[in-house]
């Protein structure tokens, strides 16, 4: 059963940076892409970075320019770089890992989640 644990967040003041990281607890065997999505309360969650095995990256609009997505594939573990942090970026972030089985059926993995507080 794979699992995956979110550290990094905590509570920032406006301008201010934090690093998340996202690893799996187990080797998963194909994965397609690893990302990071946000909900904020009262909110849909939302996709904030997306980084494919060969390294290419697609951001929110919001996030363009201040967050940095990458991964190290040997480790299966995903970082996203927030900088310049403003009070809307907080929410509760969580990891998502698309991959496939043996069968090349899709799986989606989820963390439980890190909240990011950005105080104004």
């Known amino acids: 059963q794979v699992q995956l644990v979110e550290s990094g967040g905590g509570l920032v003041q406006t301008g201010g940076s934090l690093r998340l990281s996202c690893s799996a607890s187990?080797?998963?065997?194909?994965?397609?892409?690893m990302g990071w999505y946000r909900q904020a309360p009262g909110t849909q969650r939302e996709l904030v970075a997306v980084?494919?095995?060969?390294?290419?990256?697609d951001y929110a609009d919001s996030v363009k320019g201040r967050f940095t997505i990458s991964r190290d594939n040997a480790k299966n573990t995903v970082y996203l770089e927030m900088n310049s942090l403003k009070p809307e970026d907080t929410a509760i972030y969580y990891c998502?890992?698309?991959?496939?089985?043996?069968?090349?059926?899709?799986?989606?993995?989820w963390g439980k989640g890190t909240l990011v507080t950005v105080s104004s």
């Open positions: 998502n890992v698309k991959a496939r089985d043996s069968f090349m059926a899709p799986l989606i993995y």
């Open positions: 187990a080797s998963i065997f194909s994965i397609d892409t």
């Open positions: 980084i494919t095995g060969g390294g290419i990256t």
